[in-house]
């Protein structure tokens, strides 16, 4: 059993829970069983160690779909539907620079 110290903000929490994992995972090849890291806390924080990832596939199979429709709508015309997807793909970048630029954080919980 282990424990940490007290953690005051977000990114500590975060620290936090991406430790206790990797901690988790050394017991684990050690010994034969499962191992979860747990704190009432963890359940909060593991979004945020996903979210990354989780948003760069969603975005990924959203251009995707754009494409697969456009090329469907426009007759099976290829530099078309690529055009189109360029647009959408350009508004999207611009999209998370002017998010950036503004201090907006894609934030997944609600409260």
């Known amino acids: 059993m282990t424990y940490h ?65 456009s090329f469907v709508l426009l007759n099976f015309n290829f530099m078309s539907s690529v055009i189109t997807t360029t647009t959408v793909l350009m508004i999207t970048v611009n999209m998370l620079g002017m998010m950036y630029l503004l201090d907006i954080n894609i934030n997944l919980s609600l409260w």
Do not use: H, W
């Open 5 to 69: 110290t007290t953690c005051r903000n977000s990114s500590d929490f975060i620290e936090a829970y991406k430790q206790a994992r990797n901690l988790s995972e050394l017991i684990k090849q050690n010994v034969n069983g499962n191992v979860y890291p747990y704190s009432i806390f963890y359940v909060y924080y593991e979004m945020y160690v996903t979210m990354v990832n989780q948003v760069a596939i969603n975005l990924s199979v959203c251009i995707f779909a754009v494409f697969i429709v």
